[in-house]
């Protein structure tokens, strides 16, 4: 019989693309995955893997192993969720990804009402930006993920993965106070001849913020870059730079800057992301009720 264990590496590796990242990952020596791998592929009686360069491909049965190691463990998402849901409290982990925004204006009300609500539950939580969090919550790393979607930039779809849309936030232009900025601006306009701050190339903020730019009709001149939305206020703040914000980030804080509506009111959506298979484990359907009541308070 096929070991769950080995099939499990064989997947990671048609994830991950090399044993290295496969060992990194799971806290292995590349040389004891290289190893069990090697133990796979007599258990199953046919190649696995081929040298292409000096890289390894897996092959058409290695593949068919890949797909039938993803549906064990979907099976045991499921079961796993069935004990939870057999026991009086609710109860186990929860790995959550999250984006800044999120993360400082809907996460600290949900996890203080789950620590109040399910004590039993434990929730780990780490920053990440929403396309990479997407696929290792496809790939198992995370249990949840929420992301963002800007207006025409659709988020990816993988499949066995299921999304509940929480809110969304408008997008405006910030701008510095009058007295700090270093050239008069008011608008959109005006905005070409400032110097802006956006987030790292090929996040979907950035290709929105560009987009935007270029529809009036010049090239922003993007002389900072950082994907810390709190250090690109406090560059507006302080009159070196325009940006687009949205408004969750404004919850529980005030600001000086000067907040100008865009022409048709862009927004983002905010949602969660979870895998099919674990999506009615008690512990993730909590802590998916409470971000909604964290999402609802915002916008009050």
Not at 47 to 53: A, D, I, M, S, T
Not at 173 to 185: F, I, M, N
Not at 257 to 264: E, F, G, S
Not at 294 to 300: N, Y
């Amino acid at each position: 019989m096929l070991d769950v264990r080995r099939l499990v590496l064989l997947r990671e590796l048609s994830i991950r693309g090399t044993v290295a990242a496969v060992a990194e990952a799971l806290n292995f020596t590349p040389s004891a995955v290289s190893q069990q791998l090697a133990v796979l592929e007599r258990e199953a009686g046919v190649p696995l893997l081929r040298k292409v360069g000096r890289r390894l491909q897996l092959t058409p049965q290695a593949e068919v192993l890949v797909q039938a190691a993803g549906h064990v463990l979907d099976v045991l998402d499921q079961a796993q969720a069935q004990v939870e849901s057999s026991l009086p409290t609710v109860q186990g982990r929860v790995r959550v990804a999250v984006f800044q925004s999120a993360a400082l204006a809907l996460m600290p009300n949900a996890l203080h009402e789950m620590a109040v609500a399910h004590p039993d539950v434990r929730i780990e939580m780490v920053q990440r930006e929403p396309e990479t969090a997407l696929h290792e919550t496809w790939a198992r790393e995370f249990d949840m993920v929420i992301a963002e979607q800007y207006p025409a930039h659709t988020a990816p779809h993988l499949s066995g993965l299921h999304r509940s849309d929480l809110t969304t936030d408008e997008v405006r232009l910030a701008l510095p106070p009058v007295d700090t900025a270093l050239a008069p601006v008011s608008s959109i306009e005006d905005a070409e001849a400032m110097p802006w701050v956006m987030e790292p190339r090929g996040t979907a903020s950035r290709h929105f913020a560009e987009q935007v730019c270029r529809r009036w009709g010049f090239e922003p001149d993007v002389r900072y870059e950082t994907a810390d939305l709190q250090t690109q206020i406090r560059l507006v703040e302080s009159g070196n730079a325009v940006s687009l914000m949205p408004d969750l980030m404004w919850t529980g804080r005030t600001t000086t800057c000067r907040l100008v509506d865009l022409p048709d009111s862009p927004r983002r959506t905010i949602f969660t992301v979870v895998r099919a298979a674990g999506s009615s484990s008690p512990a993730v359907r909590a802590l998916r009720d409470a971000l909604e009541r964290a999402a609802a308070s915002v916008h009050r």
